[in-house]
């Protein structure tokens, strides 16, 4: 009788073990149990629209402005794709403008003084695009700011594929024959194959909506010409290379 | 029937327990597993220029802080520049359409040291695939020190010369940073920052020789000899090895000095990297 009810204490206890182990209690340095919250903020099989405004970071030749407008679904926590529209207001910068006013310095004749000229580079403007991508958000996290206001953020790494308009207007190359002061210059408006990377952070305001602030790149092939006589705008050779173009953008999104 | 009674009391709770819906809402004050508080800490970043228009900078950064409160340190930070170049931009604007950016957009920078406060008024968690949980500090910073600069006299592609620098002697220099620091341990953190660092980008001397001494010097490296009547300071061996480098980085240095420019130049660097708490 005796060793039954050890034997019934000793099960006793085991259950309860396992029905402790079961809770998941983990213990801290100060042994206090640190409880693990679930995400505040669910993403899995929700659909997400997303409107941001970006500017490009890295072409000084042109200024970009643009919107972006995305719809994608999540089939679970951290992966997302859909679809993506791009639209940007662009035109020549005011250093382009600079380089311009320095080509020719007389009226008359001024190119014909002028030796064979290669084209400058990066003068791509991204004007339109559409494109296939998806997000990857492997990071969720929450900070408090003034210790009160807590805010949850999720932080993705995004790519894509698709299409785009990109303008070429050249800043040193004239599309008029002859010698005179140029007004006009060599122009290319293109669709070409492009795509994009980068990654961005996500700050949740709630259950629908939330903020997104994302840098990328986008990629496609341009060319320059090389060895073009000033006088004469066919003339020179295509070289061709791998634009990018960055950019950061900011806007909101929501999940439904 | 006792037994079974004290069985099913030591049970229950258990057994209710793991019935019990798996979320619920509580308000929990968690004390920090760590303090950052009274220890030191030593940081390794890589570092790279993000605004690059006219220059290119990438280098590596060392930093020695003590945080005197969990939320606030002191700092001191020392930074090499190995990659420190006129842009491909720069270069192009040079070699196809004949014009370059004034001086003191191009002043370049070898290397730094600062020394500054950080706060970190904001700290959270993160998980990786719902896997591990990191805590997490959002922090800002400022410092002062100084900077020694330098200028590209000529571009890559020059074939007497090939790509050349002079000095342009030491700026002081500001920064305000903005960073986030991921506790993958008590000692190891990750850290990603974005730096704004602030100089004045007026150049007087290359090489601690005027406009005037640099015509001096190319003329006098030209005709092969040596320049007489250069200021004090001025260091004509600095401009090259031969008399034709010489003679084109000086002619060159002449041309950055014929027009006197200022600017306060913001270089973006973004910088990430280790660091160990001890």
Same mark, same amino acid.
């Given at each position: 009788?005796?060793?039954?009810?050890?034997?019934?204490?000793?099960?006793?206890?085991?259950?309860?073990?396992?029905?402790?182990?079961?809770?998941?209690?983990?213990?801290?340095?100060?042994?206090?149990?640190?409880?693990?919250?679930?995400?505040?903020?669910?993403?899995?099989?929700?659909?997400?629209?997303?409107?941001? /405004?970006?500017?490009?970071?890295?072409?000084?030749?042109?200024?970009?402005?643009?919107?972006?407008?995305?719809?994608?679904?999540?089939? %679970?926590?951290?992966?997302?794709? +859909?679809?993506?529209?791009?639209?940007?207001?662009?035109? #020549?910068?005011?250093?382009?403008?600079?380089?311009?006013?320095?080509?020719?310095?007389?009226?008359?004749?001024?190119?014909?003084?002028?030796?064979?000229?290669?084209?400058?580079?990066?003068?791509?403007?991204?004007?339109?695009?559409?494109?296939?991508?998806?997000?990857?958000?492997?990071?969720?996290?929450?900070?408090?700011? !003034?210790?009160?206001?807590?805010?949850?953020?999720?932080?993705?790494?995004?790519? +894509?594929?698709?299409?785009?308009?990109?303008?070429?207007?050249?800043?040193?190359?004239?599309?008029?024959?002859?010698? @005179?002061?140029?007004?006009?210059?060599?122009?290319?408006?293109?669709?070409?194959?492009?795509?994009?990377?980068?990654?961005?952070?996500?700050?949740?305001?709630?259950?629908?909506? =939330? *903020?997104?602030?994302?840098?990328?790149?986008?990629?496609?092939?341009?060319?320059?010409?090389?060895?073009? @006589?000033?006088?004469?705008?066919?003339?020179?050779?295509?070289?061709?290379?791998?634009?990018?173009? !960055?950019?950061?953008?900011?806007?909101?999104?929501?999940?439904? | 029937?006792?037994?079974?009674?004290?069985?099913?009391?030591?049970?229950?709770?258990?057994?209710?327990?793991?019935?019990?819906?798996?979320?619920?809402?509580?308000?929990?004050?968690?004390?920090?597993?760590?303090? &950052?508080?009274?220890?030191?800490?030593?940081?390794?970043?890589?570092?790279?220029?993000?605004?690059?228009?006219?220059?290119?900078?990438?280098?590596?950064?060392?930093?020695?802080? $003590?945080?005197?409160?969990?939320?606030?340190?002191?700092?001191? =930070?020392?930074?090499? $520049?190995? /990659?420190?170049?006129?842009?491909?931009?720069? &270069?192009?604007? *040079? %070699?196809?359409?004949?014009?370059?950016?004034?001086?003191?957009?191009?002043?370049?920078?070898?290397?730094? /040291?600062?020394?500054?406060?950080?706060?970190?008024?904001?700290?959270?968690?993160?998980?990786?695939?719902? +896997?591990?949980? #990191?805590?997490?500090?959002? $922090?800002?910073? !400022?410092?002062?020190?100084?900077?020694?600069?330098?200028?590209?006299?000529?571009?890559?592609?020059?074939?007497?010369?090939?790509?050349?620098? +002079? @000095? !342009?002697?030491?700026?002081?220099?500001?920064?305000?940073?903005?960073?986030?620091?991921?506790?993958?341990?008590?000692?190891?953190?990750?850290?990603?920052?974005?730096?704004?660092?602030?100089?004045?980008?007026?150049?007087?001397?290359?090489?601690?020789?005027?406009?005037?001494?640099?015509?001096?010097?190319?003329?006098?490296?030209?005709?092969?000899?040596?320049?007489?009547?250069?200021?004090?300071?001025?260091?004509?061996?600095?401009?090259?090895?031969?008399?034709? *480098?010489?003679?084109? %980085?000086?002619?060159?240095?002449?041309?950055?000095?014929?027009?006197?420019?200022?600017?306060?130049?913001? %270089?973006?660097?973004?910088?990430?990297?280790?660091?160990?708490?001890?």
């Amino acid at each position: 009788m005796r060793f039954r009810s050890s034997l019934l204490l000793a099960i006793g206890s085991l259950l309860c073990g396992v029905a402790a182990h079961a809770e998941g209690v983990v213990y801290g340095p100060d042994g206090a149990p640190t409880v693990v919250q679930h995400k505040l903020h669910t993403m899995t099989s929700k659909w997400e629209i997303g409107l941001s /405004v970006g500017t490009v970071l890295n072409t000084a030749l042109v200024n970009s402005d643009g919107l972006l407008l995305d719809v994608s679904w999540h089939p %679970n926590e951290w992966l997302d794709f +859909g679809g993506q529209l791009l639209g940007n207001l662009t035109s #020549l910068s005011q250093l382009s403008d600079n380089v311009r006013a320095e080509l020719c310095h007389t009226t008359t004749s001024c190119r014909t003084a002028t030796p064979h000229r290669d084209e400058l580079t990066n003068n791509n403007q991204l004007r339109l695009g559409a494109f296939a991508m998806g997000r990857l958000a492997p990071i969720y996290g929450k900070f408090n700011l !003034a210790s009160e206001l807590p805010v949850h953020f999720q932080a993705y790494l995004l790519g +894509g594929v698709g299409g785009a308009a990109v303008r070429r207007e050249s800043v040193n190359l004239c599309a008029q024959p002859g010698t @005179d002061v140029c007004t006009s210059y060599q122009t290319v408006d293109q669709f070409k194959p492009a795509g994009e990377f980068g990654g961005g952070f996500r700050f949740y305001l709630g259950q629908s909506w =939330s *903020i997104r602030t994302e840098v990328r790149a986008w990629l496609f092939g341009s060319s320059y010409k090389i060895d073009n @006589d000033p006088t004469v705008p066919a003339s020179g050779t295509e070289h061709g290379y791998l634009a990018l173009i !960055a950019t950061v953008d900011g806007g909101v999104s929501f999940l439904f | 029937m006792t037994r079974a009674i004290l069985l099913l009391l030591f049970t229950a709770p258990a057994l209710a327990a793991q019935e019990q819906p798996v979320v619920e809402r509580i308000h929990v004050l968690e004390k920090r597993p760590f303090t &950052e508080a009274g220890r030191w800490e030593l940081s390794l970043f890589g570092n790279a220029q993000v605004n690059p228009k006219f220059t290119v900078h990438a280098g590596l950064s060392g930093e020695l802080a $003590y945080h005197l409160k969990e939320n606030f340190a002191l700092q001191l =930070s020392v930074s090499w $520049y190995p /990659v420190s170049r006129e842009s491909s931009l720069s &270069e192009e604007l *040079i %070699n196809k359409a004949s014009v370059a950016p004034e001086t003191a957009e191009a002043l370049l920078l070898q290397g730094a /040291v600062l020394a500054g406060l950080e706060l970190m008024p904001v700290y959270g968690k993160l998980n990786v695939f719902d +896997g591990k949980i #990191l805590r997490l500090g959002v $922090y800002i910073n !400022a410092g002062v020190g100084a900077a020694k600069t330098q200028l590209q006299l000529r571009p890559s592609g020059d074939q007497i010369t090939g790509r050349s620098f +002079g @000095d !342009a002697g030491y700026r002081p220099m500001g920064s305000l940073g903005v960073g986030l620091r991921a506790f993958v341990s008590e000692r190891f953190t990750v850290r990603l920052e974005l730096r704004d660092l602030v100089y004045s980008g007026f150049v007087s001397k290359v090489n601690g020789c005027n406009h005037d001494d640099a015509l001096k010097i190319a003329a006098a490296e030209n005709a092969k000899t040596t320049a007489t009547g250069l200021s004090g300071g001025c260091n004509e061996s600095a401009f090259g090895s031969t008399p034709a *480098i010489a003679a084109a %980085n000086a002619s060159s240095a002449g041309d950055l000095l014929r027009t006197p420019s200022a600017e306060v130049i913001n %270089n973006l660097a973004f910088q990430g990297g280790v660091s160990w708490l001890f």
